[in-house]
């Protein structure tokens, strides 16, 4: 295996598959055989999910909302994905724990950092719910946090896509796709890989991030494998190539 322990940021919308609301269990239990996979090869894996399938606080759903407020509700809506997620993985024998950001003592631990790695250690699946628990920072910003605090080797962002593009390749045909790209480079065209706060935190402490796409079948475990062609490495590198 190419990584140790890894963390996997999971979209909200990664679970609704083609509902257009709420959770599809069926989605939820592939990617619970997606993570066994790599998991029973004996990599460290911790989960950072986001709630944008029932309420996401910059969305048109949110109205007029106060900001703070909205984003404390998409912060219970990662709870609800996260207790999904935790239930698929050990109907599939993997043991796992929920650790939240704010305080619900009923559903998941509060997140302490060396408690974490701990678990981690014991080969648990980790899944961090409620991003930092702060209103403002987006699930994003909270996987780059919480791979930085955990001592993770990458982050692998799962998408719908294959890697990242030049431009939005279901608008432009002509839009091509990047084998590598630097963190700079991201910020500089604006890529929307991840929001800024958390590719500058990654390049502050030289964190790569996988961009890769989850909707095809063990993915996952090619990329712990170390291949790339399956998607777009972010990372120091300032070459850019594109896929051919």
Request: hydrophobic share 45%; proline share 2%; with cysteine.
């Amino acid at each position: 295996m190419a990584y140790k322990r890894i963390l996997l940021k999971l979209s909200g919308e990664a679970l609704m598959g083609s509902q257009n609301y709420g959770i599809d269990t069926a989605v939820a239990e592939s990617v619970a055989r997606e993570i066994k996979a790599v998991h029973d090869q004996g990599v460290e894996v911790a989960v950072v999910v986001g709630g944008g399938n029932i309420f996401r606080g910059v969305s048109k759903s949110a109205g007029n909302m106060d900001r703070g407020a909205a984003d404390y509700i998409g912060m219970l809506a990662t709870v609800m994905n996260a207790v999904v997620l935790q239930d698929a993985l050990e109907k599939v024998d993997v043991f796992t724990r929920v650790m939240s950001a704010i305080d619900i003592p009923q559903l998941a631990e509060p997140f302490i950092r060396r408690r974490a790695i701990r678990h981690l250690e014991k080969k648990r699946v980790v899944i961090f719910a409620a991003g930092t628990g702060n209103p403002y920072f987006t699930t994003d910003s909270a996987a780059a946090l919480r791979a930085c605090e955990i001592g993770a080797d990458v982050i692998f962002k799962a998408t719908k896509v294959d890697g990242v593009y030049s431009a939005d390749p279901m608008k432009d045909p002509s839009a091509t796709r990047f084998e590598k790209i630097s963190y700079q480079e991201v910020l500089e065209k604006q890529l929307k890989v991840m929001d800024a706060s958390a590719i500058s935190l990654c390049m502050d402490n030289n964190l790569p991030i996988l961009v890769f796409n989850m909707t095809e079948s063990g993915n996952i475990l090619k990329a712990v494998e170390g291949d790339l062609n399956i998607g777009t490495l972010v990372s120091v590198g300032g070459n850019v190539t594109a896929a051919g």
